[in-house]
């Protein structure tokens, strides 16, 4: 999963494609590096960040899904939204996807709009909003909540018809590094589920406070390390910055483990 920020303020590229023109080449130059899926979002949710109204998202990406989804009618594209007018609109527009980081806590009733579409979810797991989500989450067992998350939020969806649901345990949305230190090395219990675990690391900062705080622009090899260990304990599905390196890895570790495409 190839990631595109129409915004000008998450935290790894933000402001790189806010003209359609610019968004539209990055996602031609992705797949060509071997997405599958494009992630498009318009507001930031990196810790900190501030909301942004619900025409401003949608200026931001509708124009450029109008184009992309015609032009590149054979790539799967996703919507990061929280807001259900938003959702609606990508999806009328030939998104498959609906990349909800609020896990149906803000608008539960993206499930049934996901139902109607017959369009697949992303569940993601994640405590307090982005503004809020680092101010000190605690929990008695990270692992354990996220599973009884997934379990109560994929009951709802089956319950309102989607068929195609993803999960994603939220690196570093309401985490702290050592919460999301366990998620990784312990991603496999999210296996029990029998859907797609999708894994959200790349560039993070729980790499660069392993490295010395490196800044984002240099987290490559760590986020190739996480990505790799998290293949290796069934994900699915890495959503990336970098993703003919993403994509090599893929190859790579396919090659190995004797998995055909």
């Known amino acids: 999963m190839g990631i595109l920020n129409a915004t000008p303020d998450s935290f790894s590229d933000g402001g790189k494609f806010l003209s359609v023109n610019r968004a539209v080449d990055r996602i031609e130059e992705m797949i060509n590096e071997g997405a599958k899926i494009i992630d498009v979002g318009g507001e ?9 109204s619900e025409q401003e998202e949608m200026d ?7 184009i992309a989804c015609k032009r590149f009618d054979e790539t799967i594209f996703s919507i990061d939204t929280t807001k259900y ?22 608008e539960p009733q993206l499930a049934d709009l996901c139902s109607d579409y017959k369009s697949g979810y ?8 982005p503004k809020n ?19 109560s939020g994929i ?24 919460h999301n230190l366990q998620i990784i090395s312990e991603l496999r219990n999210f296996s029990q589920f029998e859907v797609p675990v999708l894994v959200g690391a790349s560039r993070k900062s729980l790499i660069g406070q392993l490295l010395d705080n490196r800044p984002a622009e240099n987290r490559l090899a760590g986020t190739l390390a996480v990505h790799y260990h ?8 890495l959503r990336a910055h970098d993703v003919q390196e993403a994509s090599d890895s893929v190859k790579i570790f396919q090659a190995i483990a004797g998995i055909k495409q």
Do not use: W
């Open 122 to 129: 992303i569940l993601m797991h994640s405590k307090g909003d």
């Open 85 to 106: 007018r938003v959702a609606e609109e990508a999806l009328r527009l030939g998104v498959h996807v609906v990349n909800d980081v609020s896990g149906l806590q803000k």
């Open 133 to 151: 989500m680092q101010e000190n989450p605690v929990y008695d067992d990270v692992i354990e909540e996220i599973g009884h998350f997934f379990e």
């Open 230 to 237: 998290c293949l290796m304990h069934d994900a699915k599905i």
């Open 44 to 52: 930031s949710t990196r810790p900190g960040s501030e909301p942004v």
């Open 60 to 66: 931001r990406v509708l124009p450029v899904l109008e």
């Open 155 to 178: 009951s709802r969806l089956k319950k309102a018809g989607v068929d195609s649901i993803i999960i994603d345990p939220g690196i570093g949305f309401g985490k702290t590094l050592d």
